[in-house]
C-alpha cells in the first residue's frame, strides 16, 4: 500500500500554528519548525531536515521562513512552498504593521511592553532548546565539534562575517566530507522512517515532477519580485523607489539574517535616507525580536517609517507593506529555483560533506545568538572590552535584571520540568512579564 502524506489542508494548519508562533528569531523558529514535521509528525527525516537547513542558510534571507517554505514544497510542491512560506510571514507582518502603528500614533503602550517583556524572556529558553536539539542531531563526530566551536569563537571573539564562517565551513566539509558525513547519516537511522521518505520510496517520479513546477515556479517569483520595482523606478515614484530599490539590495545580501545586516541597515536608513533616527531602529529591532516571524521583519517597520514621513500613516502602510514584498519574494525565488538542484544531489558525497559541515558551523553560530541574547534579556548593561585581536561583549554583573531572570528559569520549569507545552510556555511567561512591568514599573 502506497503511504500518503498529510492533506494539503492539515499541512496548512501546522504552518498557521508555526507562523503563529514563530517567536525567538532563527533558533527558536527552526526548533518550533523540526519539533513540528520532525519530532511530533516525522513527515520528514532528520537527515532531510538538516539537508534543507544547510541549504537554506547558505542563501541570503531568512532561513528558517525558507526552510518552512522548502519543507512545504517537498511535501505539497509549489502550493505547498508558497503556503508554508507566507503563512510563516503574514503573522509577524500583521502584528508589526499593527505595532508600527500604534508606536506612530501612540508611543510605547506598556501593556504591550510587558506582554513581550515576558515573551523575550520566554525567547531565550526557546533558543537554548533549539541549541540542545540541533547540536545532539549535527556534533556526532570529533571535527563537527570542532567545528561548531571554531564557528562559535569567530563570531564571538573575533567578529568575523557570518558568510566567511559558513562559506569557510562548507568548503572544508567539501575538501573532507568524510568527517563530516558521519553526523548526517547518524541522525537518519533515529526513530521510524519518515513519511516523506515512504512516499519517494514508492513514488520515484516525484522529484522530477516537484523539480519542473519547483522551476517555473522560481521564475514567477522573479518576475512578480522585480517587474514591481522597475515599474517604480522609471515611474520616479518618490519614497516607494527608494524602498523597494534600497531593500530589493539588500534581498539579495543578507546572507546570516537579520543581525548581519543591522549596521549596514541603520546607517544607509538613519544617516543616508534620514528615514528614522538611531532611537526608533532599536525600537523597531525591539519589536521584531518579540513578535512571530523572521527578525528582519524589523524591516517592515524602518519601511513603515520612511513612507509615513514622506506621506503620512496611509503612505507607512503602502511603504510597509511594499518593503515586505521586495524582502520576501525572492526568497521564494531563491528556494523554488535551489531546492530541485539540492534535492538532486541529496546522495552527493562532497555536497553532502559541505552541507554537514555547515550544519556543524550552525551550532556554533546559534550558540553565538544564544549568548548575544540572553546578555541582552537578562542584563540592561554589556560592555565591549577587546583583549588583543578579540573584542567580547561582556556583561556589568550589577545590571542583572532579577525580574527577567525570574521569568526565564520560570519559562525553563515549564518547558523542560513540566512539559506543558509551548503555547502554555509562551502565554504564561507573557502573562508573568505583563503583571511584573505594570506591578514594578
Not at 538611531?278 to 513578535?291: D, I, N, R, S, Y
Not at 556589568?396 to 527577567?404: K, N, Q, T
Not at 528559569?409 to 512579564?433: D, E, H, Q, S, Y
Request: proline share 6%.
Amino acid at each position: 500500500m502506497t503511504p500518503e502524506l498529510p492533506s494539503f489542508g492539515t499541512a496548512l494548519r501546522v504552518w498557521l500554528k508555526i507562523g503563529l508562533l514563530s517567536f525567538g528569531g532563527p533558533a527558536g523558529q527552526i526548533a518550533m519548525l523540526h519539533r513540528e514535521v520532525v519530532d511530533e509528525r516525522r513527515w520528514v527525516s532528520d537527515a532531510r531536515f538538516l539537508h534543507a537547513l544547510n541549504f537554506c542558510t547558505l542563501l541570503p534571507g531568512p532561513e528558517a521562513q525558507q526552510l518552512a517554505t522548502y519543507l512545504g514544497w517537498l511535501l505539497h510542491g509549489v502550493r505547498g512552498g508558497v503556503a508554508a512560506g507566507a503563512l510563516f510571514v503574514l503573522p509577524g507582518m500583521a502584528v508589526m504593521l499593527a505595532l508600527s502603528l500604534l508606536y506612530a500614533t501612540l508611543g510605547e503602550v506598556p501593556v504591550v511592553a510587558g506582554l513581550f517583556f515576558g515573551l523575550r524572556c520566554a525567547v531565550l529558553v526557546l533558543v537554548v532548546e533549539a541549541l540542545l536539539r540541533v547540536a545532539r542531531r549535527a556534533l556526532r563526530t570529533r571535527p563537527a565539534w570542532a567545528m561548531a566551536a571554531a564557528a562559535f569563537v569567530t563570531l564571538y571573539a573575533f567578529a568575523i562575517p557570518f558568510p566567511v564562517v559558513v562559506l569557510g565551513a562548507a568548503l572544508i566539509g567539501y575538501l573532507a566530507p568524510g568527517a563530516f558525513r558521519a553526523s548526517a547519516h547518524a541522525v537518519a537511522k533515529d526513530g521510524p522512517p519518515a513519511l516523506l521518505d515512504a512516499v519517494l520510496a514508492a513514488d520515484p517520479g516525484r522529484p522530477a515532477r516537484l523539480a519542473a513546477s519547483g522551476w517555473r515556479a522560481g521564475l514567477v517569483a522573479v518576475a512578480l519580485w522585480l517587474l514591481p520595482v522597475a515599474a517604480l523606478t522609471l515611474l520616479g515614484a518618490g519614497v516607494f523607489a527608494d524602498v523597494a530599490l534600497f531593500f530589493s539590495k539588500l534581498a539579495v545580501v543578507t546572507v546570516g539574517g537579520a543581525y548581519a545586516v543591522l549596521a549596514y541597515v541603520a546607517q544607509e536608513a538613519v544617516q543616508g535616507y534620514g528615514w528614522l533616527t538611531p532611537e526608533q531602529m532599536l525600537v523597531g529591532l525591539g519589536l521584531a525580536e518579540t513578535t512571530p516571524g523572521p527578525l528582519v521583519l524589523v524591516l517592515q517597520f524602518v519601511g513603515f517609517l520612511a513612507g509615513a514621513q514622506a506621506g503620512g500613516l496611509g503612505w507607512g502602510v503602502l511603504a510597509s507593506l511594499l518593503t515586505v514584498w521586495v524582502t520576501f519574494a525572492p526568497c521564494f525565488a531563491f528556494i523554488f529555483l535551489g531546492a530541485p538542484y539540492v534535492e538532486r544531489l541529496h546522495a552527493n558525497r562532497a555536497l553532502t560533506g559541505a552541507l554537514a559541515a555547515v550544519t556543524a558551523a550552525v551550532v556554533g553560530v546559534i550558540a553565538n545568538l544564544a549568548l548575544w541574547f540572553g546578555l541582552r534579556v537578562l542584563f540592561t548593561a554589556v560592555r565591549r572590552v577587546e583583549v588583543g585581536p578579540m573584542a567580547l561583549d561582556l556583561p556589568l554583573p550589577a545590571s542583572l535584571d532579577p525580574v527577567a531572570l525570574g521569568l526565564a528559569l520560570l519559562a525553563a520549569a515549564l518547558l523542560f520540568r513540566t512539559k506543558i507545552g509551548l503555547v502554555p510556555t509562551l502565554g504564561v511567561t507573557a502573562l508573568a512579564g505583563l503583571i511584573a512591568r505594570l506591578l514594578l514599573g
